[in-house]
DNA sequence: GCCGTTTTCGGCCCGACTGTTTTCAGTCG
């Protein structure tokens, strides 16, 4: 038997999916090998556990023609009937399906006709002129698959949901001050349901008469819109100044909750919705939910889950893992709000590379409404953002004694975050370590160990008695720095056996831990701890980030530090 | 290839837009 990962799976089974495209198969076969490998890389199924003990088919979604596949992928080490699919391929023919505006049926001609192999061969037949010439293309479509070509090759391929957010927000605003037809006006799409990474924006607007609105020269003049992709009645989508698209969808008041149901998504939750819809009898579209021809009058999308006989289910969890089962039977968590929060534990002050002293952060805490922070600069390893030595924790004990009179109703925690070095060991021995009421372990340098050394690394770090906290556990910069190579399973274990806390770290910087990765951390009943890593109290507001990573967990009040009780953060910090 | 509170066979979500057609195939979400 050989090894392979959920995610090594997924993709080869999503690879299969591509050539299977290409060469013309089933359609219907192709949808499930596309439907299976995204069950495969979804959740914390042990795909490989699963395949050594014959038991794939109790994974709803796989049979036995797919079982068989994955099975003899473990068995062979690879994956046959794909690899006799790539023969009959040129190497690097797929990637012509990454260019949008080219599907399989385009590519086939393409490789039939003109012969080409290749986006490079592409290219130059683009600029020849030779794609006119095929039957049914024209120069229209030439143009604009040279087009897409180019953008693919220097293209945006997403940005973040910070990003994302406020690019949204900004549109909405305009659109709203130079349009007076605009009755509603929302943004939908995965920024709706708080994905970290955002591939495109998504905004839906209700408007009196669909025939008859200006919406098209409305967007056409948005700051931020730098030219028109494509232009309908109810559809038009734009690129944005920075090579983003923008899908504007508009439709008309009484349809609006089952449009913003179904521009939502996830498409795999609304195809669920559809089949059941289906099974009552009923036709659901993005115009309304229909019995024959009569569309039921819904006000709100909770009505027309309420007619599907569902509760009504929060966007961050409309992914198809389990939602829908649990709204059938009313076991749909109670997500967690950023009113809940009532402290941040991770935190740096002008002691090491914040930008205020502690008293200042303590004021704009307070004006958050929080009860409690923890100060937790670098440790002195840190050169390059001015490590404290044990002389200057000391020195910082003292002030926040001193702050601690002056704020006696607000807990000030003496906090660290510890770099973990290369060996596991802690940059503070434990005499100076079991002064600190919260000790935060991260990782600062030596990303590149090997999965095994990295992981040996932090679970020596979360054995270490005074560590309550592992922070931005797996290392990301979103766009700068790949997450360490970890056994995460391995991490959640050690943390839930020494009941260490593992952080989400809001900050956009990093988004660590990332959503799926925290609810396999719930599902094993370890807690987490949302904290900013501020370094100026303005970024205490990167909180609501790690709120909408924890809600896409399914995490409840109870499952977050940071909703306790002053009192309750003693006692786990253990505070006197 | 998968699935079943009518089914082990016969279905499989649904619609918008484009380009090149003259009624539609391809692509996308």
Not at 9 to 23: Q, V
Not at 304 to 309: A, E, G, Q
Not at 367 to 391: F, V
Not at 514 to 541: G, P
């Amino acid at each position: 038997m050989h090894s392979f990962s959920n995610k090594e799976i997924s993709e080869i089974l999503s690879e299969y999916t591509d050539l299977m495209k290409i060469m013309g198969e089933n359609k219907y076969r192709i949808r499930a090998y596309d439907n299976a490998s995204r069950i495969v890389s979804d959740r914390s199924i042990d795909i490989e556990k699963l395949a050594k003990e014959d038991r794939l088919e109790e994974i709803k979604g796989i049979g036995q023609g797919i079982a068989k596949t994955i099975k003899d992928i473990f068995i062979d080490g690879y994956c046959q009937p794909l690899d006799e699919l790539k023969k009959e391929l040129p190497p690097g023919f797929e990637d012509l399906l990454n260019i949008p505006g080219l599907g399989p049926k385009t590519a086939q001609k393409f490789l039939d006709e003109l012969d080409i192999k290749n986006i490079e061969e592409l290219k130059k037949a683009l600029k020849n002129q030779e794609i006119r010439k095929l039957k049914g293309m024209g120069t229209k479509t030439e143009k604009n698959l040279l087009e897409a070509l180019l953008d693919y090759e220097d293209y945006v391929s997403y940005i973040n949901l910070n990003k994302a957010l406020s690019t949204s927000e900004s549109l909405i605003k305009e659109i709203k001050e130079k349009s007076d037809q605009i009755l509603e006006i929302e943004t939908a799409g995965s920024i709706r349901r708080k994905k970290i990474k955002i591939g495109d924006i998504d905004i839906l607007m209700a408007v009196k008469d669909k025939k008859e609105h200006s919406l098209l020269k409305v967007i056409r003049s948005l700051d931020l819109i730098e030219d028109i992709l494509l232009k309908g009645d109810t559809k038009i989508s734009a690129r944005t100044t920075e090579g983003l698209q923008v899908d504007f969808r508009i439709v008309n008041s009484q349809e609006y909750p089952a449009a913003l149901l179904y521009f939502t998504g996830s498409k795999y939750h609304n195809v669920k919705l559809r089949q059941i819809a289906n099974k009552l009898g009923y036709k659901l579209n993005e115009y309304g939910l229909f019995d024959e021809d009569k569309r039921l009058n819904t006000a709100s999308e909770t009505e027309i889950y309420k007619l599907l006989d569902l509760k009504y289910i929060e966007p961050e969890i409309r992914e198809d893992q389990g939602e829908i089962e649990a709204a059938r039977q009313d076991k749909l968590p109670d997500l967690i709000n950023l009113k809940d929060i009532k402290g941040d534990f991770h935190l740096h002050s002008n002691y090491s590379d914040g930008a205020l002293t502690i008293e200042e952060m303590i004021k704009a805490a307070l004006e958050r409404g929080y009860h409690s922070l923890a100060i937790t600069d670098h440790s002195q390893s840190l050169k390059i953002a001015n490590g404290l030595s044990e002389d200057r924790v000391k020195k910082q004990w003292l002030e926040i004694e001193e702050l601690r009179e002056k704020y006696p109703d607000f807990l000030i925690l003496k906090g660290i975050e510890v770099n973990i070095k290369k060996d596991g060991s802690l940059d503070y021995g434990n005499n100076l370590l079991k002064g600190f009421d919260v000790v935060i372990g991260s990782v600062h340098d030596n990303f590149n160990l090997s999965r095994q050394a990295m992981t040996n690394r932090i679970i020596k770090a979360i054995e270490n008695e005074y560590i309550d906290i592992i922070g931005h556990p797996t290392g990301r910069m979103l766009g700068q720095r790949k997450p360490y190579n970890l056994d995460f399973s391995k991490i959640i274990e050690a943390a839930k056996k020494n009941n260490v806390l593992l952080e989400i770290n809001a900050s956009p910087a990093r988004f660590d831990l990332n959503d799926k990765m925290a609810r396999d951390t719930l599902d094993s009943n370890v807690k987490l701890i949302i904290n900013t890593d501020a370094h100026h109290s303005e970024q205490y507001a990167y909180m609501r980030y790690g709120i909408y990573i924890a809600r896409r967990a399914w995490a409840e009040k109870e499952d977050i530090v940071n909703t306790s009780s002053q009192k309750e953060i003693k006692k786990l910090f253990g505070v006197k």
